[in-house]
C-alpha cells in the first residue's frame, strides 16, 4: 500500500505553519535593520546537530533584516588543547591563569579552529559569515582583569594575578558596521590585544556585552547550559530588572555561574543594550523562540 498523506492534515500542518509566521510577523517589523548580538558557547557548541540549528537561526535572521553579531567561547576546548600539549592550567576562583604560552593556545584555539568551524556552519546554512577576533579592525581594546582573592589563613584581600587576561576597554563598531552592510555575519573570537601590544583571552560573556552596549543591540543573547534563571522552587523567571536580580542575589536564589552572566545583562542593558536574554542553548532553535513567539523561553533582563 503507498502512502498517502491526508489532504485535511496537510492542511491544517500548512495553516499552523501560516499562523506562525504571523504571529512573528510585529517582531519582524519592529526588528528589521536592528542588531542581535548572541554569545554562543557550553553544551550547544560540541553537538553539530545544535550547532547546524544555531546557523540556520543565524542565516534566517539575516535574511529577515536583522543584523546578527555572533561572539563565541571556547573554554573546554582550550583545556582539551593545553592537556593535549602538556601545558599545565592553574586556576584561581575557578579563573584559568593565562601564562604567554597558554594565551598563545587560547589564540589558536578560538581564533583559528573554533571561529572557523562556526564560519563553515554558517556558510553551510547558505549565509556569508567573517570570522574575526577583538583584533582586527581595532575592535577590542583590552586592558588586565584586576582581581582580588582572600588569603585563607590571614582572610585579607590580595590582588590576583591571572596573567593575560583581560577585559574590554574600548570597542570601534566601524568593522561590525562595514561588515553588517556587506551582507555578512560577523562572527568574534574573544581575544584582544591590550594597549601594551599583549594579547589578551576575554571572557565570552564580556566579550559580547561589551559589543552589544556599542552597538546598541536590540537584543544580547546568552547561550548558556541552563533553561535561564530559574527561582527556588526551579520555575522559570522570564522577566528580570537590575534590581529584581540583586534582590534573587542577595537571597542565594542565584548563585555560582549564573551571577557573572547577569552581572554581564545589567552593564550591557545599563551601557545601551535594549535587553538581555538568558536562554537554553541545548534547546533546539531556542532564540528563534525566544524572539519570534509571544510566549518566549528564556530570562529577559531589562534596565
Request: proline share 3%.
Given at each position: 500500500m503507498p502512502h498517502t498523506t491526508d489532504p485535511h492534515q496537510e492542511r491544517t500542518l500548512n495553516l499552523a505553519k501560516a499562523e506562525t509566521l504571523i504571529e512573528a510577523l510585529p517582531y519582524l517589523q519592529r526588528y528589521a535593520g536592528r542588531t542581535f548580538?548572541?554569545?554562543?558557547?557550553?553544551?550547544?557548541?560540541?553537538?553539530?546537530?545544535?550547532?547546524?540549528?544555531?546557523?540556520?537561526?543565524?542565516?534566517?535572521?539575516?535574511?529577515?533584516?536583522?543584523?546578527?553579531?555572533?561572539?563565541?567561547?571556547?573554554?573546554?576546548?582550550?583545556?582539551?588543547?593545553?592537556?593535549?600539549?602538556?601545558?599545565?592550567?592553574?586556576?584561581?576562583?575557578?579563573?584559568?591563569?593565562?601564562?604567554?604560552?597558554?594565551?598563545?593556545?587560547?589564540?589558536?584555539?578560538?581564533?583559528?579552529?573554533?571561529?572557523?568551524?562556526?564560519?563553515?556552519?554558517?556558510?553551510?546554512?547558505?549565509?556569508?559569515?567573517?570570522?574575526?577576533?577583538?583584533?582586527?579592525?581595532?575592535?577590542?581594546?583590552?586592558?588586565?582583569?584586576?582581581?582580588?582573592?582572600?588569603?585563607?589563613?590571614?582572610?585579607?584581600?590580595q590582588v590576583v594575578d591571572l596573567g593575560f587576561v583581560g577585559e574590554p576597554e574600548t570597542v570601534d563598531i566601524a568593522i561590525l558596521e562595514t561588515a553588517c552592510a556587506a551582507g555578512m555575519i560577523p562572527v568574534i573570537a574573544?581575544?584582544?590585544?591590550?594597549?601594551?601590544?599583549?594579547?589578551?583571552?576575554?571572557?565570552?560573556?564580556?566579550?559580547?556585552?561589551?559589543?552589544?552596549?556599542?552597538?546598541?543591540?536590540?537584543?544580547?543573547?546568552?547561550?548558556?547550559?541552563?533553561?535561564?534563571?530559574?527561582?527556588k522552587n526551579k520555575q522559570l523567571l522570564t522577566d528580570l530588572t537590575p534590581a529584581d536580580i540583586a534582590g534573587l542575589q542577595a537571597d542565594g536564589t542565584i548563585s555560582g555561574g549564573m551571577i557573572p552572566k547577569l552581572e554581564t545583562c545589567i552593564h550591557a542593558v545599563e551601557a545601551g543594550c535594549e535587553a538581555a536574554v538568558v536562554l537554553d542553548g541545548r534547546v533546539p532553535h531556542a532564540m528563534l523562540l525566544e524572539f519570534f513567539t509571544s510566549r518566549g523561553a528564556g530570562t529577559l533582563i531589562r534596565a
Open positions: 548580538v548572541v554569545k554562543y558557547g557550553g553544551h550547544a557548541m560540541g553537538d553539530p546537530e545544535l550547532a547546524r540549528d544555531f546557523a540556520e537561526d543565524v542565516v534566517l535572521l539575516k535574511a529577515v533584516g536583522i543584523n546578527p553579531v555572533v561572539v563565541h567561547g571556547g573554554g573546554p576546548q582550550i583545556g582539551a588543547m593545553l592537556k593535549k600539549l602538556g601545558v599545565e592550567s592553574r586556576f584561581i576562583d575557578g579563573l584559568r591563569v593565562t601564562d604567554k604560552e597558554t594565551a598563545e593556545v587560547a589564540e589558536m584555539v578560538l581564533s583559528g579552529a573554533i571561529n572557523k568551524e562556526l564560519v563553515s556552519w554558517i556558510a553551510g546554512a547558505g549565509g556569508r559569515a567573517l570570522g574575526i577576533s577583538g583584533k582586527d579592525g581595532g575592535l577590542v581594546t583590552a586592558s588586565k582583569v584586576q582581581r582580588t582573592a582572600k588569603d585563607p589563613d590571614s582572610n585579607i584581600e574573544p581575544i584582544a590585544a591590550g594597549a601594551d601590544g599583549a594579547t589578551y583571552n576575554i571572557n565570552a560573556d564580556t566579550m559580547a556585552g561589551a559589543i552589544a552596549a556599542a552597538l546598541g543591540a536590540a537584543r544580547l543573547f546568552l547561550l548558556t547550559d541552563v533553561a535561564g534563571v530559574l527561582d
